[in-house]
């Protein structure tokens, strides 16, 4: 089961990047909030595969993976529901849409690159619980590893104000960033698929 898990929800991941990167393309943000629910849905079980699949050693690593996996998920779920829902069906405002609307940089902005922090946390961790011993696999663990990195900058830029509603192509360097995140993530979803592909059960 622990197999199959890690399988389907790594191309459950994998699909939902795809549907991200091709809706902000396209410019449907319905599209985008959606699929990034659903990359959430396939992150999670996908940790928790990872975290099944390691030893006695790794267990701490791989709860702690665990936990910022759910932290992650709470933050964005709440961030890209309000978008769907209150923000997409109400007539916000000034001050409340500065708050809800995701586009005005505002408050949600803020937590959802907090959620996109723990969500590089966990990958940092759960990466620890992979012993490579092929090609493919040293590469999943060092894409973990590296992604880790992003949560430094997902803390740092709301704290300076990196991004604001007057911001000169602030949508379009939004749009090129993510971009190169869904680019980046798309491998490690296809490297996980084959991981757990070759576990013996």
């Not at 959606?34 to 390691?54: D, K, N």
């Not at 011993?133 to 880790?148: Q, V």
Request: aromatic share 16%; net charge neutral.
């Amino acid at each position: 089961m622990n197999k199959k898990i890690g399988m389907y929800s790594s191309l459950l991941t994998l699909l939902a990047v795809l549907v991200f990167a091709i809706s902000m393309i396209v410019g449907s943000d319905f599209g985008s909030y959606l699929s990034s629910m659903f990359i959430a849905w396939g992150f999670v079980p996908m940790i928790c595969a990872f975290a099944a699949s390691g030893n006695k050693e790794t267990k701490s690593a791989g709860n702690t993976a665990m936990t910022f996996a759910a932290v992650y998920t709470v933050l964005i779920m709440v961030v890209y529901f309000a978008q769907m829902t209150v923000v997409r069906l109400s007539q916000l405002n000034e001050q409340a849409s500065q708050i809800l609307d995701y586009k005005n940089f505002g408050l949600l902005f803020s937590y959802d690159l907090l959620g996109y922090a723990f969500m590089a946390l966990s990958t940092f961790f759960i990466a620890w619980t992979i012993h490579a011993e092929n090609k493919s696999e040293k590469w999943l663990k060092a894409l973990l590893l590296i992604h880790g990195i992003f949560a430094v900058s997902c803390v740092i830029m709301p704290m300076l104000g990196v991004f604001s509603p007057d911001m000169a192509g602030g949508d379009l360097i939004g749009i090129l960033v993510l971009e190169f995140w869904c680019v980046y993530f798309m491998p490690v979803c296809i490297l996980a698929y084959r991981y757990f592909k070759n576990i013996k059960e």
